[in-house]
């Protein structure tokens, strides 16, 4: 949800008859509470974790851009905050065995990517026991313009960023921040 761009009060004019004016109070009253309610649940965003036993629950899962694969997980722990169209993500994901997949390793992500040029959406990873290619020191995480992927790349001093492969199993923790889309 995002905030309105414009906002339709009734109008006293609309209520002709003296007697509706308790009615066209009652509509303004309601009108404002629900303008409130909106601006409210967009600055203060939606919360979506594991722990919640309804259908809003993020569940962080990879998966391999080849073949998605079955992932073996120990632990996943994820929280989504979404504030209007700006989403925040806090993962822990440990696996030990990724399956069938195969391609490059990405973290499914909770809502839409907006559309746009380039790579602009760099979250940070704390990786554990991930081999990456040589002259890499470091992985990141990138959400990918129109999609719901969170693609796990390697970087370094002096050396290209790439996808990382998927990889049998390790720990990533991390946040990332991207914009999404508006109403989903």
């Known amino acids: 949800m995002t905030l309105p761009s414009d906002i339709d009060l ?6 002709t008859k003296e007697q509706d004016i308790d009615r066209y109070l009652s509509d303004l009253v309601f009108e ?8 409210a ?10 722990a919640d036993v309804d259908q809003s629950q993020w569940l962080p899962t990879l998966a391999g851009t080849g073949v998605a694969g079955t992932f073996t997980y120990t632990q996943q722990v994820g929280w989504s905050i979404r504030q209007g169209i700006f989403t925040h993500l806090f993962f822990d994901v440990i696996w030990t065995n990724s399956g ?8 499914q992500l909770p809502y839409l990517v907006t559309l746009s040029t380039g790579r602009p959406f760099v979250g940070v990873l704390q990786p554990s026991s991930i081999a990456y290619g040589a002259g890499n020191s470091d992985l990141v995480i990138n959400a ?3 999609t719901y992927r ?3 790349w390697t970087t370094g001093s002096g050396a290209a960023s790439a996808n990382l492969a998927v990889v049998a199993s390790g720990r990533l923790s991390g946040h990332l921040m991207y914009i999404g ?3 989903e």
């Open 150 to 152: 969170g693609e796990i």
């Open 32 to 39: 404002l509470q629900q303008m409130y309610k909106d601006i």
């Open 144 to 146: 990918i313009p129109d």
């Open 10 to 15: 009734p109008l006293r004019v609309d209520y």
């Open 100 to 107: 069938t997949a195969a391609g490059n390793l990405y973290l």
């Open 41 to 50: 649940e967009n600055v203060n965003g939606f919360i979506r974790n594991n």
């Open 181 to 183: 889309v508006s109403d």
